[in-house]
């Protein structure tokens, strides 16, 4: 029962009860100065529906990306794991326990750039280079264990790989979708709802006990319920919707044996 209340207050919030009050009021003014108007429904879904409905689902595209190369680079991290454990002859426990801690430190690196703030990137970003840089060091130092050149480069394959999806995740983290379109969307949400304020009152006066107010207290939480949901998906990684991509590198490195 939590998880449910907490899901709707993911759509239902402050945003929301603000919006509603707007659109009370202007619905309440125009119905006591009798101001009323027939405005055409089909501007709602032009203006606002459909602009938020598309942004929707190119923030759904940009987190299904994120998710694949999140697992591309775990695939390929336990492939380099395999390497050591697989292609070596009697590989010493102490060259698995090193991986493992190169694993780590790349994982919990790349979690600590996505759940901060992107003006921190630049800093933040340097832990994961150098976690490349060590994996890079140890694939060479496998050439001392014995490690063919063939297969000393298909590891360097894997690596390679890893960073390429890092550096997709990186830029789906960095660009968001267009900050103009979403402030058309904010504006059209506050705006909408007091503007057809003549429409709901001319639509609800055969209504009583308060069921005037029905109308425009539906049209408020859809639009912003909308505007939230998208809101949530911007950000794959900030840990604040139910939707939201969450590294876990301590489970990665336990379940790498």
Request: aromatic share 12%; proline share 4%; glycine share 4%.
């Amino acid at each position: 029962m939590w998880k449910l209340f907490k899901r709707v207050f993911l759509i239902i919030n402050i945003k929301t009860f603000v919006i509603t009050g707007l659109a009370i009021a202007s619905t309440a003014f125009c119905l006591h100065f009798h101001i009323k108007a027939d405005f055409p429904l089909t501007l709602i879904g032009t203006a606002i529906v459909f602009p938020i409905v598309f942004s929707i689902g190119g923030a759904y595209k940009r987190r299904e990306v994120a998710l694949d190369e999140y697992g591309s680079i775990k695939a390929h991290g336990r492939a380099l794991y395999f390497a050591v454990s697989d292609w070596l002859e009697n590989p010493p426990q102490e060259l698995k326990d090193e991986l493992k801690v190169h694993l780590g430190n790349l994982l919990s690196s790349c979690k600590h750039v996505f759940s901060n703030p992107v003006s921190d990137l630049e800093e933040n970003e340097k832990a994961v280079y150098r976690s490349f840089q060590d994996l890079s060091k140890f694939i060479k130092s496998m050439r001392s264990h014995g490690l063919p050149s063939g297969e000393a480069s298909r590891s360097n394959q894997f690596l390679s790989k890893m960073m390429i999806s890092f550096e997709r995740v990186k830029h789906i983290y960095q660009y968001r979708t267009p900050r103009t379109l979403r402030t058309y969307s904010d504006i059209f949400i506050v705006v909408l709802p007091v503007i057809y304020g003549p429409h709901f009152a001319h639509n609800v006066t055969s209504y009583n006990y308060g069921l005037e107010f029905a109308v425009p207290i539906m049209f408020s939480v859809i639009l912003v319920a909308l505007d939230n949901i998208q809101s949530h998906l911007e950000n794959p990684f900030d840990q604040q919707g139910e939707d939201d991509v969450y590294i876990n590198d301590e489970k990665f490195i336990r379940n790498l044996d």
